[in-house]
């Protein structure tokens, strides 16, 4: 390799880093810490990372490194964090160099996006780069100055280009890394300052709980005013109506160290670790960050039963886009689990009003009236229960001509609201698919916030008058088609017309469409299809079908997104691509016959050892640990993450499924293992499994 780059003769090349070539990873850094007046802080680890996931690109002249760009690669995006060019080689293009690889390499995206301080007076340079400002806000300095958010579209046609810039992770922090915000010469406090990076100001929030404002209540040292500043700018997130949910979490985490270590809590800090999980876990956040390894080696586990990873400032930064998907959420699906939907009858409208959006001005009065108007004009108003037969969500329903309207969508603030927003959303979509409308939209003024986020994360765009709104389209065909429906569609609800779709589009492309479009099926793009085998009681509880006389686990049951597990030796799939699940027959309660009965879109496919994929994923998975074990070959094993299952009307009995696969050309048995089908019999099963 290294004659390879003596051999350049000063000339400059990209290339992907070697995770094994240690000596550039440094050189890089270097770089790096050299500009950090405008890169902000990095740490060290996320470079090997980058590297290792492919994302770290570097610039070469001979066998110097003369540049570099750091990136990651979000669901639909290139997530620009670092760009740095030598002094002494500026203004030679290298720059250029760097984005042209990055957009060769990952064409499949829909554009690169970049962060930057707007005072750092590097508007010229991404502009001449291509990129076009999208929207501005304030950053994490002291001051607050402006940061610029920056795109280099990769013109696919896509309803994405100029995606909402919003925070999707939401992190509490302790006090030791308050501490590093207040002093920057505390030892590894430049791990904690990475976190306030402005490239991350979209996707990571930083919050506070009471616990950390009672922590730094106690403070004797002279620091406290410095940490009180610190958190002063801090969204506090706390709500009395957590404390009982914190109390309960509290006692269930003290249970747990217990059994390892009898006397705890064994000191007041000790006490207060506890609050500081709880309380997080209480508030419905994903994530709190420390660097208190006892802390994290004592609850990490228990934590993450609540929905809580407990991680170090590296780790949140390494795994960001992870986060921003939200691996640590609990989703959902609401069939056959303690939780409910019922219609709102007439005189039950109290029974709402904690939905009400006071915080934002909404008096309680307001939101009863809004639910009686929606009642006296006979429309479907629908809550959403809790085992214990609590009211956690509402929403109502209006249909038009042309437009599923949801007038009214409102989710409690509490542990599982985005689990809860999510499945909303999506049951949002069946209903217009049951209905035939093609228009789905949010007209709610008031929407929660969880629903927001959801929605704006399942491809809703904002109409001109600040709705939300997306298409469900119920087509399989080529690209011209599914685009016609659209179109008509947009004018008959006056709205705008899509951007044009074209034959031969790139996975990601077409995946996100499709999922925008949700059940949309855009049959000429290239996204592979995948015939999946499941045992019956398996499907039962992972796919929510068929029924059975045993509930599911409300986790499972409350999930849009699972995990199946198989053996790594098979075939390896690639993502995105959509998944037709064969169920075999034979399981528990009343026997089902062999049948082709859903179809799921692939997100990722995870290869490790099964230990660390059944922890990693266990909240969205039906198997032990030990059946994983058993599915793995020479230590690996397979984990394929889906979502948006669609169970169909009519499920293809293995008689009809054979008689497909034979037409089509395919093998005419049932699947063993996972295997790729053609487009024709993906669309021939679809369609047949689909139709009533």
């Known amino acids: 390799m290294e004659q390879d780059r003596d051999a350049m003769d000063g000339d400059v090349q990209a290339l992907v880093a070697d995770p094994g070539d240690q000596d550039a990873i440094k050189a890089a850094i270097l770089l790096g810490n050299g500009s950090r007046s405008t890169l902000g802080h990095m740490p060290f680890a996320a470079y090997y990372a980058a590297a290792a996931e492919g994302c770290l690109l570097l610039a070469w002249s001979g066998a110097r490194v003369v540049g570099y760009a750091l990136f990651g690669l979000a669901r639909s995006r290139v997530r620009l964090s670092h760009l740095c060019v030598d002094k002494a080689f500026r203004g030679r293009g290298i720059a250029r160099l760097l984005i042209e690889h990055i957009r060769t390499d990952h064409a499949d995206r829909l554009g690169i996006q970049a962060r930057c301080r707007h005072d750092y007076d590097l508007g010229d340079m991404w502009i001449k780069l291509g990129f076009t400002q999208v929207s501005e806000g304030p950053g994490r300095s002291k001051k607050g100055l402006p940061v610029v958010n920056w795109w280099l579209d990769h013109e696919h046609p896509n309803l994405f280009t100029s995606e909402p810039t919003t925070t999707l992770v939401s992190a509490a922090i302790d006090l030791n890394i308050l501490r590093d915000f207040a002093d920057s010469t505390r030892a590894g406090a430049d791990e904690a ?82 609050q500081h999980v709880a309380q997080a876990a209480a508030a419905g956040l994903n994530v709190l960050i420390t660097r208190d390894q006892q802390l994290a080696r004592l609850h990490s586990a228990s934590a993450q039963r609540f929905g809580l990873r407990i991680l170090r400032p590296v780790d949140v930064i390494i795994h960001l886009d992870e986060l921003v998907r939200a691996e640590a959420y609990r989703p959902a699906m609401v069939l056959n689990t303690s939780y409910s939907e019922r219609l709102l009858g007439s005189g039950q409208e109290t029974q709402a009003e904690p939905l009400a959006d006071v915080a934002n001005g909404e008096r309680p009065q307001q939101f009863l009236r ?164 499941i045992q019956q009681r398996f499907s039962a509880d992972l796919l929510g079908t068929p029924d059975t006389l045993v509930p599911r686990n409300d986790a499972l049951g409350l999930a849009i997104e699972h995990v199946y597990y198989n053996s790594s030796s098979g075939l390896r799939m690639t993502p995105p691509a959509r998944l037709l699940w064969y169920m075999s027959e034979g399981g528990r309660g009343v026997v089902h016959r062999a049948s082709v009965i859903a179809c799921s879109q692939l997100e990722t496919v995870a290869i490790g050892g099964p230990v660390e994929l059944h922890s990693r994923f266990q909240h969205l998975g039906v198997w032990r640990k030990e059946t994983v074990e058993a599915a793995s070959k020479d230590g690996r094993v397979q984990a394929l993450r889906f979502t948006h299952t669609e169970i169909f009307a009519r499920p293809i009995s293995r008689q009809r499924f054979l008689e497909l696969s034979i037409a089509h050309g395919s093998l005419g048995q049932p699947p063993r293992g996972p295997r790729q089908i053609p487009t024709a019999l993906f669309e021939a099963l679809y369609n047949e499994g689909r139709s009533v």
Request: proline share 4%; with cysteine.
């Open 193 to 274: 300052a990475a976190l306030r990076a402005d490239h991350l100001s979209d996707q990571l929030e930083l919050v506070r709980t009471a616990a950390l404002d009672a922590e730094i209540n106690e403070m004797q040292s002279s620091l406290r005013g410095a940490c009180t500043s610190q958190a002063h700018q801090l969204r506090r997130v706390h709500d009395p109506s957590h404390g009982r949910r914190a109390a309960e979490i509290e006692h269930q985490l003290r249970q747990d160290a217990q059994r390892a270590d009898a006397g705890y809590p064994r000191s007041s800090q000790d006490s207060r670790d506890l």
């Open 370 to 533: 809004r639910l009686r108007g929606l009642g006296a004009a006979r429309h479907e108003r629908v809550g959403l229960h809790d085992g214990d037969g609590r009211m956690v969500a509402i929403y109502g329903l209006v249909a038009g001509k042309h437009t599923l309207e949801a007038p009214l969508l409102r989710v409690l603030n509490n542990t599982v609201s985005d689990t809860l927003a999510r499945q909303l959303v999506f049951r949002l979509r069946v209903r217009a698919q049951s209905a035939g409308l093609p228009i789905l939209r949010i007209t709610d003024p008031h929407v929660s916030q969880h629903a927001r986020l959801a929605a704006i994360g399942d491809g809703f765009r904002a109409a001109d008058n600040g709705d939300l709104y997306t298409f469900v389209l119920a087509r399989a065909g080529l690209a011209a088609i599914v685009e016609h429906d659209a179109v008509v569609a947009a004018r008959q609800a006056d709205l705008a017309e899509p951007a044009s779709l074209r034959s031969s589009m790139p996975t990601l492309v077409a995946a996100a469409l499709e999922r925008a479009w949700w059940p949309a099926k855009i049959l000429d793009s290239d996204l592979a299809n995948y015939l999946i085998p």
